[in-house]
T-cell receptor, first 114, second 119 residues
Framework: KNQVEQSPQSLIILEGKNCTLQ??????????LRWYKQDTGRGPVSLTI?????NTKSNGRYTATLDADTKQSSLHITASQLSDSASYIC?????????????FGIGTKLQVIP | DAGVTQSPTHLIKTRGQQVTLRCSPK?????VSWYQQALGQGPQFIFQ???????QRGNFPDRFSGHQFPNYSSELNVNALLLGDSALYLC??????????????????FGNGTRLTVT
């Protein structure tokens, strides 16, 4: 069982619509949770980083939420654009021997259509 | 300010061969990690280098080895290539500040990867 699970696996939405992606994790002790956007054939790009004490963070049209009690996070995209088509990856970090140990989710593949 | 650069961008090797991938971290970064991303999967952590030493390692066999140079650049070496080694290999860099609290929340900056195909 993956320690970071994302849903849905894939999603198709119309341009201009909103959507929400989910991430549930079991890794501990929790350090931070990040959302990355990965375009096809490119490296992931950081969207948001949240620590234990933060429950929401925005980056333009992207808003991430975190519930550290239930170990759930969501990424909300408003007014979607064609350029939002990508994979969105949830990454959870734990502290391990003075370093970060990161666990990646499989990602949600989002396709925005005209 | 150059970001993370990886070379080559694409590579085709034959089963049993050896390969070396290269990574230059973002300016000012001193910690480099390597990841393997199979098609349709999330990245899997291979190992991390800091101060020219391997600091953490994921569940990868000894065929995967690495090196970090004094200028913080890094290499990933894979010996005895298998068909299953075909993947996108990503390098990420960050700063391991002496203030550990801040370093934990530093974003990882990724390169665009090297696409390795083993035939």
């Amino acid at each position: 069982k993956n320690q970071v699970e994302q849903s849905p696996q894939s999603l198709i939405i119309l341009e201009g619509k909103n959507c929400t992606l989910q991430c549930n994790y079991t890794v501990s002790p929790f350090s931070n949770l990040r959302w990355y956007k990965q375009d096809t054939g490119r490296g992931p790009v950081s969207l948001t980083i949240m620590t234990f004490s933060e429950n929401t963070k925005s980056n333009g049209r992207y808003t991430a939420t975190l519930d550290a009690d239930t170990k759930q996070s969501s990424l909300h995209i408003t007014a979607s654009q064609l350029s939002d088509s990508a994979s969105y990856i949830c990454v959870v970090s734990v502290r391990s021997g003075g370093y970060q140990k990161v666990t990646f989710g499989i990602g949600t593949k989002l396709q925005v259509i005209p | 300010d150059a970001g993370v650069t990886q070379s080559p961008t694409h590579l085709i090797k034959t089963r049993g061969q050896q390969v070396t991938l290269r990574c230059s971290p973002k300016s000012g970064h001193d910690t480099v990690s390597w990841y393997q991303q199979a098609l349709g999967q999330g990245p899997q952590f291979i190992f991390q280098y800091y101060e020219e030493e391997e600091r953490q390692r994921g569940n990868f066999p000894d065929r995967f080895s690495g090196h970090q140079f004094p200028n913080y650049s890094s290499e990933l070496n894979v010996n005895a290539l298998l068909l299953g080694d075909s993947a996108l290999y990503l390098c990420a860099s960050t700063t391991r500040s002496r203030e550990w609290g801040s370093s934990y929340n530093s974003p990882l900056h990724f390169g665009n990867g090297t696409r390795l195909t083993v035939t």
